[in-house]
């Protein structure tokens, strides 16, 4: 049975941990935000591909929903769970992992935003939800990545 977002006020994210391994070992693809605040902001920023979840809506299905979005670009299965981490404001995120690779002639493209830029302008501007996708080394991924979602890294360790 595939688990669903339970009716509640809790904010719920889903999202799919891409891997691969290569000659230097495991690897996983990260994704940077887009937009103005995190144009200079590196190490601990980067995420996996997720997004929120609505009421009752499929989890898996809303991660590789937000995979193709956020990298421009579907996830396939077999699906591995890797379990549910809460991030630092409170939102809870289910993983997934998948191996796989990026097509050989990828081009990043993601979903857009809008908002009030610059502050106070009146001006709205369009920007990508997502700046970057790349695949990183587990040694790389634990400087880029959330610090709350280091554990994903840890479970994929563990099963792959």
């Known amino acids: 049975m595939r688990?669903?977002?339970?009716?509640t006020s809790e904010?719920?994210?889903?999202?799919i941990l891409m891997y691969h391994k290569s000659e230097?070992?495991?690897e996983v693809?990260?994704?940077?935000?887009?937009?103005?605040?995190?144009v200079?902001?590196?190490?601990?920023?980067w995420s996996i591909p997720k997004g929120e979840a609505a009421s009752g809506e499929d989890?898996?299905?809303r991660a590789q929903i937000e995979f193709e979005e956020e990298v421009g670009t579907p996830a396939s299965g077999p699906w591995i769970p890797i379990g549910t981490i809460r991030q630092k404001g409170g939102k809870l995120v289910h993983g997934w992992a998948c191996q796989g690779s990026l097509p050989e002639l990828f081009q990043h493209r993601s979903n857009t935003f809008e908002m009030e830029w610059p502050p106070h302008s009146g001006k709205r501007q369009s920007f990508p939800e997502v700046d970057q996708a790349r695949f990183f080394s587990l040694e790389a991924a634990r400087r880029k990545i959330k610090p709350t979602q280091v554990p994903f890294l840890d479970r994929l360790m563990e099963l792959a």
Not at 11 to 15: D, I, K, L, Q
């Open 40 to 45: 200079h902001k590196d190490e601990g920023f």
């Open 24 to 26: 230097q070992g495991l």
């Open 11 to 15: 904010r719920v994210s889903a999202g």
């Open 59 to 61: 989890l898996l299905s």
């Open 29 to 38: 693809l990260l994704v940077h935000p887009g937009g103005p605040f995190f």
């Open 3 to 7: 688990e669903r977002v339970k009716s």
